[in-house]
């Protein structure tokens, strides 16, 4: 089956700081990504989405230039989380689908404290 | 614009006590209808896609079946193994807020 890779499962920074995570699809080419940020017991809230090449797509309300999404090959995504605060604590997941399919596939999360 | 219900947000039975859980949907034009299981502190894992009204698939315990309106997914003889939040959601990709499913031994 289809694998997304995403690293780190969990870090801790300190408020201010900027932090990447990374989501890669391991055995096939993923030409869209999505970035998902998930609080507890609430479903997933899609943050971005991005198609390998171009630009992402933010969804209304969230900030372009505190969450950087880049995807510059058809394996990896990253988003970095600039000046990080406590209140970007959260639970981020990935997806990844590739071209001309329907399903997307997760990565393992990450956990994100600042403190 | 797309919507997805789940219903019900929460269901507990017991081990071996079979039962169904609902996804309504509102799209133009369905592409895709999936399933996730998701455990605590991890990403969601895929179950199964339905493209069309009468379309069924089948994995173990669980069987996801499809019409215009909604999907079910009926967990037969469920084993305390099964307790997760299922998720159901159509292309977009927008999602339910899921279904927490506890089966006690």
């Known amino acids: 089956g289809a694998v997304v890779s995403q690293h780190p499962s969990w870090v801790i920074c300190k408020s201010g700081t900027s932090v990447k995570i990374e989501c890669r699809s391991l055995?096939?080419?993923?030409?869209?990504m999505f970035w998902y940020r998930q609080f507890p017991k609430q479903s997933l809230m899609l943050m971005a989405t991005?198609?390998?090449?171009?630009?992402?797509?933010?969804e209304q309300g969230v900030e372009k230039d505190k969450f950087l999404i880049n995807h510059a090959s058809l394996t990896l995504s990253t988003l970095t989380v600039t000046s990080a605060h406590p209140e970007d604590s959260s639970f981020y997941i990935c997806?990844?689908?590739?071209?001309?399919?329907?399903?997307?596939?997760f990565g393992q999360g990450t956990r994100l404290t600042v403190v | 614009e797309d919507q997805v219900t789940q219903s019900p947000e929460a269901l507990r039975l017991q081990e071996g006590e079979s039962s169904s859980l609902n996804c309504s949907y509102t799209?133009?034009?369905?592409?895709?209808l999936f399933w996730y299981r998701q455990d605590p502190g991890k990403g969601p894992e895929f179950l199964f896609t339905?493209?069309?009204a009468g379309e069924e698939k089948e994995k173990e315990r669980l069987k996801a079946t499809l019409t215009k309106k909604e999907s079910f997914l009926h967990i037969t003889a469920p084993k305390p193994e099964d307790s997760a939040t299922y998720l159901c959601?159509?292309?977009?990709?927008?999602f339910g807020r899921g279904t927490s499913l506890i089966v006690h031994p």
């Open positions: 997806s990844a689908r590739a071209t001309g399919t329907a399903e997307a596939f």
């Open positions: 055995d096939f080419q993923a030409t869209t």
């Open positions: 991005s198609n390998e090449g171009s630009k992402a797509t933010y």
């Open positions: 799209v133009s034009g369905l592409r895709g």
């Open positions: 339905l493209y069309s």
């Open positions: 959601a159509v292309q977009g990709p927008t």
